[in-house]
């Protein structure tokens, strides 16, 4: 699940009358410029705008026409099926159409109808995370790691890890006071983005201020899951997890060598806490001399989570209320790790899953900075997509890099770190010990069976693909298609996820990348590349990009066909009424069983991002399309070989910048 992660897709919204493209994503659009008026030392910005000025205007994700999602749902089915596959897959989706899909469907409008303060997605999936049994490690946390802060000394990890907290403080300080900028995308900013146009839309009231921005081609995003940011965390229940967030604290968790440490960063008036006294704390607990804890109860966090939610209870039992509040009702966590990093490899593995001690996977978001300054965020998904972790991650960089609050060499202040800094002491019986040594034992056997690691093509990127006039994005989906028909001989179900956050409480869609018309350009590529032209070969690129561009588009205003069928499939699910054989046709399962998982991420603050693969025998594809260069960070289990993968992708990528430049494949 993990490859839910929405991370940069090309969205467009469509209104009556405009076709709007832009690039958006279910983990953040680029950060905004800052407001002109002078920002106080508590907060990022105060913006002209309320935060959630325009929340309440946004316009409702629509419920796509049943016969439009069986339509899109077969041609999805039809470069993954044989003639006779398809017929029969063919035959089972239009009786679903004609009958009990009709059924569902109408059902599913009458609800959505009374439903306004959100969209018929939401409900089922949160639902669907929070009922999910599996770990979060692998399963759902995905990672994205900083870019290195251009001066060198302030990678220093004591440094780092001070000037994170406190831009992350003030983001929170500036998100609860309603001064963050709102999200908005801006087609036109000169007109929209400007100091004049928000102190005219501020006036506006809030249930008509998107169409004042409309009115100006600038479109503001869902910001409802920004809520869940800070003091959040997953709370594992048997059967269904709930998600707990306490806007009230005021405290930090550290984790640094499997213990767990709290203290105050917010004052009782609502003030951040120097940064020198934020500084001297965290060297408290970096030069702290306690061993690692024989029982390190982060482990648990990384368990099954009906496992965890009855070791949570026996935690209960035992004493550990107060302390666990603590670690719940945490704004966020930081782990400081005491390892560095030895390459990008390495990162990955560090920042998705570590050593499963010094960590807590069920906060909303977790800054982890190793013992070299490389620094990352994981977060836990169920929350939400990453709309708003990006943002954070986005708006911590540039404060960081730009008005560090820390400076290298500080002197510590003049505070008592040790009666200010608490390091949580857990009552362990024996059956929880055991529990612990069973989680660890769990999570070695899996973390050990990932293995990860990473390509860079040098040779064309984005600038190439638009002269040329294709999607870079859709030339890098072409590549993945080609690499697995390289590797493995077949075309075979692929994800991309693309926001609908142009929407309210819109969650993601899926753009479905394996076509027929890559289907064919593979083919031709990778099998029957001296019987065709160098023009054949272009006019196939171009029918490529032309119809991922749609798919794209389709997805981004919430017309694609994943989220519709299963919502379909949910409300006759909570009906108790049978399954149509649309969802036990065998092409369904395959087409939800995404071999190919991918997500794409380009952020100045980002160097990298991943995940693991969604099924045993898939890929997890995290990539970024750059103006010259290409690069793919790719995950997969013992079943697949990553990379024997990347090699087919680079060979790929090749030979489609040699056809761009006319040059003919052998």
């Given at each position: 699940m993990a490859g839910l992660l929405a991370v940069q897709c090309a969205a467009s919204l469509r209104k009556p009358g405009s076709l709007i493209h832009f690039k958006s994503a279910a983990v953040g659009i680029h950060s905004q410029r800052l407001s002109s008026r002078?920002?106080?030392?508590?907060?990022?910005?105060?913006?002209?705008?309320?935060?959630?000025?325009?929340?309440?205007?946004?316009?409702?994700?629509?419920?796509?026409?049943?016969?439009?999602?069986?339509?899109?749902?077969?041609?999805?089915?039809?470069?993954?099926?044989?003639?006779?596959?398809?017929?029969?897959t063919q035959k089972i989706a239009l009786d679903f159409q004609k009958s009990v899909g009709k059924q569902l469907h109408e059902e599913l409008v009458a609800q959505d109808k009374h439903n306004k303060h959100t969209s018929y997605i939401s409900?089922?999936?949160?639902?669907?995370?929070?009922?999910?049994?599996?770990?979060?490690?692998?399963?759902?946390?995905?990672?994205?790691?900083?870019?290195?802060?251009?001066?060198?000394?302030?990678?220093?990890?004591?440094?780092?890890?001070?000037?994170?907290?406190?831009?992350?403080?003030?983001?929170?300080?500036?998100?609860?006071a309603g001064l963050l900028e709102p999200e908005v995308f801006h087609l036109n900013p000169a007109k929209s983005n400007t100091d004049t146009f928000?102190?005219?839309?501020?006036?506006?009231?809030?249930?008509?201020?998107?169409?004042?921005?409309?009115?100006?081609?600038?479109?503001?995003?869902?910001?409802?899951?920004?809520?869940?940011?800070?003091?959040?965390?997953?709370?594992p229940k048997r059967g269904r997890d709930e998600l707990f967030t306490d806007e009230k604290s005021r405290h930090l968790l550290v984790m640094r060598k499997g213990n767990m440490y709290v203290f105050d960063v917010v004052d009782r008036?609502?003030?951040?806490?120097?940064?020198?006294?934020?500084?001297?704390?965290?060297?408290?607990?970096?030069?702290?001399?306690?061993?690692?804890?024989?029982?390190?109860?982060?482990?648990?966090?990384?368990?099954?989570?009906?496992?965890?939610a009855g070791l949570r209870d026996q935690l209960l039992a035992a004493g550990n209320a107060e302390h666990l509040q603590m670690v719940d009702s945490a704004l966020f966590c930081l782990c400081l790790d005491d390892e560095s990093m030895r390459d990008h490899i390495h990162i990955s593995h560090n920042m998705l899953h570590g050593d499963g001690c010094n960590r807590w996977y069920d906060k909303s978001f977790s800054v982890i900075v190793s013992k070299d300054g490389q620094a990352a965020i994981n977060f836990e998904h169920s929350w939400g997509d990453g709309v708003a972790v990006l943002r954070v991650q986005n708006e911590i960089f540039k404060d960081t890099t730009e008005k560090p609050l820390v400076q290298p060499?500080?002197?510590?202040?003049?505070?008592?770190?040790?009666?200010?800094?608490?390091?949580?002491?857990?009552?362990?019986?024996?059956?929880?010990?055991?529990?612990?040594?069973?989680?660890?034992?769990?999570?070695?056997?899996?973390?050990?069976?990932?293995?990860?690691?990473?390509?860079?093509?040098?040779?064309?990127?984005?600038?190439?693909?638009?002269?040329?006039?294709?999607s870079p994005d859709a030339v890098a989906q072409l590549a993945f298609q080609m690499g697995y028909l390289r590797q493995y001989g077949q075309t075979v179900a692929t994800y991309e996820s693309c926001s609908t956050a142009a929407f309210k409480h819109g969650r993601t869609e899926t753009i479905r990348p394996a076509t027929v018309h890559t289907k064919r350009c593979s083919h031709a590529f990778v099998h029957q590349p001296d019987k065709h032209s160098v023009e054949q070969l272009c006019a196939m690129l171009s029918d490529c990009s032309k119809y991922h561009g749609q798919l794209t588009k389709e997805a981004a205003m919430g017309q694609g066909f994943d989220r519709h069928l299963f919502a379909l499939r949910?409300?006759?699910?909570?009906?108790?009424?049978?399954?149509?054989?649309?969802?036990?046709?065998?092409?369904y399962a395959a087409i939800n069983h995404n071999i190919l998982s991918t997500s794409t991420l380009t952020s100045p603050a980002v160097s990298l991002g991943g995940f693991a693969p969604v099924v045993p025998d898939g890929f997890g594809v995290g990539y970024g399309v750059h103006d010259d260069w290409i690069g793919c960070n790719v995950s997969s289990y013992p079943a697949r070989n990553v990379h024997e993968f990347l090699q087919c992708v680079h060979k790929s990528l090749e030979d489609i910048f040699s056809v761009l430049e006319g040059k003919p494949l052998s």
């Open positions: 002078r920002v106080s030392s508590e907060y990022l910005q105060e913006s002209v705008v309320p935060s959630m000025h325009y929340q309440k205007s946004l316009p409702r994700l629509p419920v796509p026409k049943l016969e439009d999602t069986v339509r899109r749902y077969l041609a999805a089915q039809r470069p993954l099926l044989d003639n006779d596959q398809f017929s029969a409900g089922p999936w949160f639902d669907m995370y929070l009922s999910a049994r599996d770990s979060v490690v692998l399963n759902f946390n995905p990672f994205m790691s900083f870019n290195a802060d251009p001066k060198a000394e302030y990678n220093e990890q004591l440094v780092r890890s001070a000037n994170m907290v406190c831009s992350a403080v003030r983001f929170m300080k500036t998100l609860r928000k102190k005219l839309i501020r006036w506006v009231p809030s249930s008509l201020s998107w169409y004042g921005a409309y009115m100006v081609n600038a479109y503001p995003l869902d910001m409802s899951q920004y809520f869940r940011l800070f003091s959040s965390t997953r709370i008036d609502g003030n951040m806490v120097a940064p020198v006294e934020i500084y001297s704390h965290l060297e408290y607990i970096l030069s702290d001399p306690t061993p690692a804890p024989a029982f390190p109860l982060g482990v648990l966090t990384s368990e099954n989570r009906d496992v965890w060499g500080s002197a510590a202040a003049a505070v008592d770190s040790a009666s200010a800094v608490h390091r949580l002491h857990f009552n362990l019986n024996p059956e929880l010990q055991s529990g612990i040594q069973k989680a660890k034992e769990n999570f070695d056997s899996a973390v050990s069976k990932l293995t990860i690691d990473a390509m860079e093509f040098r040779k064309g990127g984005k600038e190439q693909l638009k002269k040329s006039k294709l949910y409300l006759a699910h909570s009906k108790g009424q049978a399954l149509h054989s649309l969802y036990t046709d065998p092409a």
